[in-house]
């Protein structure tokens, strides 16, 4: 005898009212002879109706045969135990027992594995003669599908339901009445529907099964249910319909979806850790890579100063090489500032409307004379009507730029870039789209190249150089002016095209826009002390300054900046924030204690550029706030206008 395992009641209608049946209800496994007779069967569990039946306690009936229990049981009942055994099909009969004296209405349910079978019987002696206990039975079987707390329902042969309790029609949203009477596939969700119609095939064959379905709601909300199905079978075997009992598993089905869906975000949060950190130390080597070249420029440039016999023809190449190496490593500190303003949402634009034809037109202007160099064509194709869009004028300067510039690195000698501005009238959007016949781009490395520090160039020669920062700084400022970039490439060898979308303005007025001139320098003389702790950038800021007509004087500290300041009374203080004794703020605030330099000019000149930065210089008293390294242009312009305050 095998050990009876409770979960086999889980899918037929014993488990559902076994304990508190009143008919006795019990679990049996048969035995068969050589000759594959049923001779016997073991009593696996039973419940309290059948200890009363018996009259005896339920340990000293279950695990015993039950030929140990009645000397002399029919061999009709073990004919048709088997019957549904072998078949597999629940049967119901009415018999007479002997050994009780009784007629007992029996429902044999197979249990599938083991020579199982279940039985529920009733003593129907009186009913038998009278025909009255049958009633009874109904209305206690019927008061226990109703008070079931899990939902149950009754369909007929073509699988319309005809009958159904309270928890079913409530976990579905309806009253009991809008229940029956409907098409049981019609409270499956559609994505379910084939795998019901083929579990409806294995009980029309007589066949019990689970499974778990979506189920729709009145409200059209959907509910998942774990589904116990049990064919209904009459005396020749044919299939009369469905009991169906369904169990709330929708809380539980729910938590396993978050789970997985939390597994899937954590997978792809490591994968995109991973990518990070790839990317990162590869921005690492790369950006020592970069610095090394233009210090080691610079470095052999100097020595060459030291050992050169004509020192002033060697000069203007040594100045020359450091210009140009510094305004390199200039470009490369504002890209990774410009990328962290952007990561860090510092960007504020300054909007005004603009000419998307002009615009574009004035950055090409820019970059025809080194595309003439590196014998790439350059062509402008304008819209024939303006395109104006409320754009910041120096942002929208940038993004086309740092297009170019991306164009000219992977564009070959002979090649052609070609920057098309146009109109999508359909989406009200300006469109601005820089496409060349160059080098192209591998299909795995486009989903990646708006990121920061991604790049397509990996290769040890690092032939086209960059920081891998200039594309996302353009989708940056791109998404700022509530827009998009997308790039096409058909492959390597298949240049590559790039397409910014902007929303159109509408508003078509254009501000006229002022254009400073950095070759206009000062005509006015002025006192500027110059308060900066390291000494070599103090005395090179002095001499420029009195090489553009001024009179500089330089300190190194900010206690000597406000004492020497009350000395010369200068028209400009130029001061930079990160002095040792004392900040630049520090030294502003306490000058402009004194009433004689309440309106006095004062510039902060300093390597903190966030918006923050700037915010704290104001503050503490300072007029403007120029980023370091700072152009004899940009210094130029900023004279010249706050010059205009000076009265002498």
């Not at 100063?305 to 200039?330: C, D, G, P, V």
């Not at 790439?376 to 869009?389: A, Y």
């Not at 690092?462 to 920081?467: A, F, I, Q, S, V």
């Amino acid at each position: 005898m095998s050990t009876f395992k409770p979960d086999i009641l889980e899918s037929n209608l014993c488990h559902m009212f076994f304990e508190n049946a009143q008919n006795p209800i019990q679990i049996n496994q048969m035995i068969y002879n050589e000759k594959g007779e049923p001779v016997d069967y073991w009593i696996l569990d039973i419940n309290p109706a059948v200890e009363k039946h018996f009259g005896m306690k339920r340990e000293d009936i279950i695990g015993r045969k039950v030929k140990d229990i009645l000397p002399d049981p029919e061999p009709e009942w073990f004919a048709r135990y088997d019957e549904a055994i072998k078949t597999g099909k629940s049967i119901s009969f009415e018999m007479y027992g002997r050994a009780f004296d009784q007629y007992f209405r029996m429902l044999v349910i197979p249990l599938g594995e083991q020579n199982r079978f279940g039985i529920m019987y009733q003593d129907i002696t009186e009913l038998h003669n009278k025909n009255l206990d049958l009633k009874e039975s109904e209305a206690k079987y019927q008061r226990l599908f109703e008070t079931s707390n899990d939902g149950y329902s009754l369909t007929d042969k073509d699988g319309y339901i005809i009958d159904a309790n309270n928890s079913s029609s409530n976990m579905l949203g309806y009253y009991k009445e809008e229940v029956i009477g409907r098409l049981w596939t019609e409270f499956v969700d559609d994505e379910y529907l084939d795998k019901t119609y083929n579990e409806w095939e294995f009980r029309r064959s007589g066949k019990s099964g689970r499974y778990q379905v979506k189920l729709k709601r009145k409200d059209k909300s959907s509910i998942w249910a774990l589904i116990s199905a049990s064919p209904i079978m009459d005396e020749k075997g044919d299939y009369n319909g469905t009991l169906v009992a369904y169990k709330d598993i929708n809380e539980q089905k729910t938590a396993e979806e978050k789970l997985i869906k939390s597994e899937q975000n954590a997978f792809a949060l490591v994968a995109r850790l991973e990518e990070a950190n790839k990317n990162m130390t590869h921005f690492i080597s790369v950006l020592s890579h970069e610095l090394r070249n233009p210090m080691a420029v610079i470095m052999l440039n100097l020595e060459l100063q030291k050992m050169a016999s004509n020192k002033e023809e060697r000069a203007i190449k040594t100045f020359e090489n450091i210009e140009r190496q510094t305004e390199y490593l200039n470009h490369m500190i504002n890209d990774l500032l410009e990328v962290t303003r952007i990561t860090n949402k510092r960007i504020v634009l300054k909007k005004e409307q603009v000419d998307l034809n002009l615009l574009a037109a004035d950055v090409l202007k820019d970059y025809q004379e080194p595309y003439d160099e590196k014998e790439i064509g350059l062509e402008l194709i304008n819209s024939p009507n303006p395109i104006i869009i409320e754009a910041d004028s120096v942002r929208m300067n940038q993004i086309i730029s740092n297009l170019l510039n991306n164009a000219a690195k992977f564009t070959p000698k002979g090649g052609k870039v070609t920057v098309n501005i146009n109109i999508d009238e359909i989406n009200k959007q300006a469109i601005i789209c820089v496409q060349d016949d160059g080098e192209g781009i591998s299909p795995e490395f486009l989903p990646d190249l708006f990121e920061p520090f991604a790049q397509a160039d990996r290769t040890i020669d690092r032939k086209h150089g960059g920081l891998g920062l200039g594309l996302a700084i353009v989708k940056g400022m791109v998404v700022l002016h509530d827009g998009s970039v997308e790039v096409f490439s058909e492959g390597t060898g298949k240049g590559t095209k790039f397409t910014v979308r902007l929303p159109l303005s509408e508003n078509n007025i254009v501000k006229q826009e002022f254009r400073y001139k950095a070759e206009e320098y000062l005509n006015k003389s002025l006192r500027i002390l110059v308060i900066e702790d390291n000494k070599s950038l103090a005395d090179i800021t002095c001499e420029l300054l009195e090489f553009l007509g001024h009179k500089a004087t330089a300190v190194y500290t900010g206690t000597e900046g406000v004492s020497r300041a009350s000395e010369i009374r200068p028209d400009i203080i130029i001061s930079d924030i990160g002095l040792p004794d004392m900040s630049g703020h520090e030294v502003a605030a306490e000058i402009r204690k004194l009433t004689e330099f309440k309106d006095t000019i004062m510039i902060a000149m300093s390597g903190y550029a966030q918006t923050e930065d700037i915010m704290r210089s104001k503050e503490a008293g300072f007029d403007r706030h120029l980023c370091k390294p700072v152009s004899i242009d940009t210094l130029t312009r900023v004279l010249d206008e706050l010059s205009n305050r000076i009265n002498r």
